[in-house]
């Protein structure tokens, strides 16, 4: 990151000064944040953050007696060895409005991402894609809440071009709050669905929720937004923004067709854009993933990209771990890897995957977190699309495993199998599982099923 004064961090975040000699100190500069105490060093600012098993403060003195240059707090406390301490009244709102002053330091395109399913999926895609033509910082893993996107912004330097920066929420006023830091020229709404509908109580509060982002959208500012969701369409015509809408089924923007599955690794299409027709092979299998390429697509197109550049950048896209990475085992399994979190809309997808195998499908299906008073019904839609899918064997793992069984039964399968836990299905589950099977594990990252996954390489 670019240096930062102890005066420009006061300022930003009306910090006061804690230091022997606070005029001395002001000049002092920064050039790394943190909120982790074991990263701090000479030239970090370290934020003590407070969660639900510990509170930063509890690391202040550590920081001090290891010559971390300068330190957040809430609490008057004396400096010491030279430290310098910011006086604030909330570390965590202290580090958004840091952030938002940091951002303001580069006039370059800002991208703004969020979805109900698949965002960080789109991100990557979208930096793939806007990489091609500029020197492009972008969210890492799922740094996309009111630490991770501060975060992100912070790692911004000279050089850089274009930010794509992934917001995610669980509450209503989060992507509000995010969007107010970032403020956006670009905002893709990627789909909505009913990840969080636990918090947010309908699909329409998730709707209003992820529409936040467009709060604080910089002037002249494009929403893309995704033609096929029922739920977005009903902002046609609301939004005070040029809409860039892309799709499938919806061919009135960006939209796709003659889609064509390539076995399990890749989807093959044709892009229709206002800048001409070209076929894309997306390096993910889906219909799913055709829909991130055309949202990529219109961020390209909107940054000026061509359509060589765009095509270049979805077809050298590559995925993050444990997001459908398709394993081929030395024993004769092939591993569908989608266990980093699981919702309806998202485990159906997988399922629609799954479906393209040959030989046995077997699908491993955990937990779905997040989902309220609609967790009994969602998960037995699940155990039913399973059975509509044609899947072969059918091992459910977790809570609300019995009426995801449940649901497939009453569909006619009668491979089903219920797991508590992982172990239990380690123990009794494995030896269900047949050479040249193809197997889809997915769940909500609270489960760790990425366990069973390592498990499986080691099946003999």
Same mark, same amino acid.
């Given at each position: 990151?670019?240096?930062?004064?102890?005066?420009e961090?006061?300022k930003a975040?009306?910090a006061?000064?804690?230091a022997?000699?606070?005029?001395?100190a002001?000049?002092?500069t920064?050039?790394?944040?943190?909120?982790?105490?074991?990263?701090?060093?000479a030239?970090?600012?370290?934020?003590?953050?407070k969660?639900?098993?510990?509170?930063?403060?509890?690391?202040?003195?550590?920081?001090?007696?290891?010559g971390?240059?300068?330190c957040?707090?809430?609490?008057?406390?004396k400096?010491?060895?030279?430290?310098v301490?910011?006086?604030?009244?909330?570390?965590?709102?202290?580090?958004?409005?840091?952030?938002?002053y940091y951002?303001?330091?580069?006039?370059?395109?800002?991208?703004g991402?969020?979805g109900?399913v698949?965002k960080?999926?789109t991100?990557?895609m979208?930096?793939?894609?806007?990489?091609q033509?500029?020197h492009?910082?972008w969210?890492?893993?799922?740094?996309?809440?009111e630490?991770?996107?501060?975060?992100t912004?912070?790692?911004?330097?000279?050089?850089h071009q274009?930010?794509i920066?992934?917001?995610?929420?669980?509450?209503?006023?989060?992507?509000?709050?995010?969007?107010?830091?970032?403020?956006p020229?670009i905002?893709l709404?990627?789909?909505v669905?009913?990840?969080?509908?636990?918090?947010?109580g309908?699909?329409?509060?998730i709707?209003?929720?992820?529409c936040?982002?467009f709060?604080?959208?910089?002037?002249?500012g494009?929403?893309?937004? %995704?033609?096929?969701?029922?739920?977005? /369409?009903?902002l046609?015509g609301? @939004?005070p923004?040029?809409v860039?809408?892309f &799709? *499938? #089924?919806?061919?009135?923007?960006?939209?796709?067709?003659?889609i064509?599955?390539?076995?399990?690794?890749?989807?093959?299409c044709?892009m229709?854009t206002?800048?001409g027709?070209i076929d894309?092979?997306?390096?993910l299998?889906g219909s799913?993933?055709?829909l %991130?390429?055309?949202s990529?697509a219109? /961020?390209?197109?909107?940054?000026g @990209?061509?359509l060589?550049e765009?095509?270049? &950048? *979805? #077809?050298t896209?590559?995925p993050t771990k444990n997001r459908?990475?398709?394993m081929?085992m030395?024993n004769?399994?092939t591993?569908?890897?989608d266990v980093?979190?699981?919702n309806?809309v998202?485990?159906?997808?997988?399922l629609?995957?799954?479906?393209?195998a040959?030989?046995?499908k077997v699908?491993?299906?955990?937990?779905?977190?997040? @989902?309220g008073d609609?967790?009994?019904?969602m998960?037995? #839609?699940?155990?039913?699309?399973a059975?509509?899918?044609?899947?072969?064997?059918?091992?459910?793992?977790?809570?609300?495993?019995?009426?995801?069984?449940?649901?497939a039964?009453?569909?006619?399968?009668?491979a089903?199998?219920c797991?508590?836990?992982q172990?239990m299905?380690?123990?009794k589950?494995?030896s269900?599982?047949q050479?040249g099977?193809?197997?889809?594990?997915?769940?909500?990252?609270?489960m760790?099923?990425?366990?069973t996954?390592?498990?499986l390489?080691?099946?003999?």
């Amino acid at each position: 990151m670019k240096k930062l004064t102890i005066a420009e961090i006061a300022k930003a975040t009306n910090a006061k000064i804690l230091a022997n000699d606070a005029k001395k100190a002001e000049k002092i500069t920064i050039s790394h944040i943190t909120q982790d105490s074991r990263e701090a060093k000479a030239d970090s600012l370290f934020v003590p953050l407070k969660g639900e098993n510990t509170d930063g403060h509890r690391f202040i003195a550590d920081c001090m007696q290891k010559g971390v240059t300068a330190c957040f707090t809430e609490q008057e406390i004396k400096p010491q060895n030279d430290c310098v301490l910011l006086l604030v009244e909330q570390a965590g709102t202290a580090l958004l409005a840091l952030a938002k002053y940091y951002r303001d330091q580069f006039d370059i395109p800002f991208v703004g991402i969020t979805g109900s399913v698949g965002k960080t999926t789109t991100k990557d895609m979208v930096a793939s894609v806007v990489s091609q033509k500029y020197h492009t910082l972008w969210t890492q893993g799922n740094y996309n809440n009111e630490i991770g996107v501060p975060l992100t912004l912070f790692g911004l330097e000279e050089e850089h071009q274009a930010a794509i920066i992934e917001m995610g929420m669980n509450h209503f006023g989060e992507i509000h709050r995010l969007a107010e830091v970032v403020r956006p020229h670009i905002g893709l709404i990627s789909n909505v669905g009913v990840a969080h509908i636990e918090y947010l109580g309908s699909r329409e509060g998730i709707l209003k929720a992820k529409c936040e982002m467009f709060d604080f959208m910089q002037q002249n500012g494009v929403a893309v937004l %995704n033609g096929d969701n029922d739920m977005l /369409v009903t902002l046609k015509g609301k @939004l005070p923004f040029d809409v860039q809408w892309f &799709g *499938i #089924e919806n061919q009135s923007g960006i939209y796709a067709d003659n889609i064509q599955t390539l076995g399990l690794e890749q989807t093959k299409c044709t892009m229709h854009t206002p800048k001409g027709v070209i076929d894309v092979v997306v390096p993910l299998p889906g219909s799913h993933m055709v829909l %991130n390429a055309l949202s990529a697509a219109a /961020v390209g197109l909107a940054l000026g @990209l061509t359509l060589e550049e765009i095509k270049k &950048g *979805i #077809e050298t896209f590559v995925p993050t771990k444990n997001r459908m990475a398709v394993m081929h085992m030395e024993n004769g399994f092939t591993l569908l890897n989608d266990v980093y979190n699981s919702n309806p809309v998202s485990a159906k997808a997988s399922l629609d995957i799954l479906q393209n195998a040959t030989g046995r499908k077997v699908a491993i299906l955990g937990f779905m977190g997040e @989902l309220g008073d609609f967790a009994q019904q969602m998960h037995k #839609e699940v155990g039913a699309y399973a059975a509509q899918k044609q899947t072969d064997v059918l091992c459910c793992i977790g809570k609300f495993c019995e009426h995801m069984a449940e649901g497939a039964k009453e569909n006619g399968m009668t491979a089903v199998y219920c797991f508590d836990t992982q172990e239990m299905f380690w123990e009794k589950g494995l030896s269900l599982l047949q050479k040249g099977d193809t197997v889809l594990l997915k769940a909500s990252r609270s489960m760790g099923l990425e366990k069973t996954v390592e498990k499986l390489q080691g099946v003999k």
